[in-house]
């Protein structure tokens, strides 16, 4: 649950820095982080609902957070898609972490959508390579913004929404 509201928390703080240089891009985003974050509480909710009743078994439980997890994982990943072009068209970060992003969305995506199908496992190998370069781009993300914060630059100072 604490996850959840840091999701959408993380995209709250984000809507003021990224709408000054695309609107509807951070409208999406934070749209995006609020939907990964409500699937993520009513998915802890339910998980622990289930967990407390004499219904389901504990394995059942299980199962049915897995598959709300990977619904809160594939819109996350759609999130990335708009996060990161951000990030890089209007070089608010090094373009490096920018472009890392980018492809560890794409890859985590394609990760969620390989585990969807039953053609990889979740939790497997592959799901491991395909899932970790956007969570430690995330981490070195956040790093960055503690330490170094966003770069305004030009796109910044010439952007509308002041």
């Given at each position: 649950?604490?996850?959840?509201?840091?999701?959408a928390?993380?995209?709250?703080a984000?809507?003021?820095v990224?709408?000054?240089?695309?609107?509807?891009g951070?409208?999406g985003?934070?749209?995006?982080?609020i939907i990964?974050?409500a699937?993520?509480i009513?998915?802890?909710?339910?998980?622990?609902?289930?967990?407390?009743?004499?219904?389901?078994?504990?394995?059942?439980?299980?199962?049915?957070h897995?598959?709300?997890?990977?619904?809160?994982?594939?819109?996350?990943?759609?999130?990335?898609?708009?996060?990161y072009?951000?990030l890089?068209?209007?070089?608010?970060v090094?373009?490096?972490?920018a472009?890392?992003?980018?492809?560890?969305?794409v890859?985590?995506?394609?990760?969620?959508l390989?585990?969807?199908?039953?053609?990889?496992?979740?939790?497997?190998?592959t799901?491991?390579?395909?899932?970790?370069?956007?969570?430690?781009?995330?981490?070195?993300?956040?790093?960055?913004?503690f330490?170094?914060?966003?770069?305004?630059?030009?796109?910044?100072?010439?952007?509308?929404?002041v």
């Amino acid at each position: 649950m604490i996850n959840g509201l840091a999701s959408a928390g993380i995209a709250v703080a984000m809507y003021p820095v990224l709408r000054r240089v695309s609107e509807l891009g951070a409208t999406g985003y934070l749209g995006l982080r609020i939907i990964e974050g409500a699937m993520g509480i009513v998915a802890a909710g339910f998980f622990l609902a289930v967990l407390g009743s004499s219904g389901p078994g504990i394995d059942q439980a299980f199962e049915y957070h897995d598959a709300a997890f990977l619904a809160v994982l594939i819109v996350f990943s759609c999130g990335t898609l708009l996060f990161y072009p951000l990030l890089y068209q209007h070089r608010l970060v090094p373009r490096f972490l920018a472009i890392w992003g980018l492809i560890g969305g794409v890859m985590l995506l394609v990760s969620c959508l390989l585990i969807l199908f039953g053609r990889i496992e979740g939790g497997g190998g592959t799901d491991l390579i395909l899932s970790l370069p956007i969570w430690v781009n995330e981490m070195a993300l956040a790093v960055w913004l503690f330490f170094w914060g966003f770069n305004p630059g030009e796109a910044w100072r010439n952007a509308d929404h002041v």
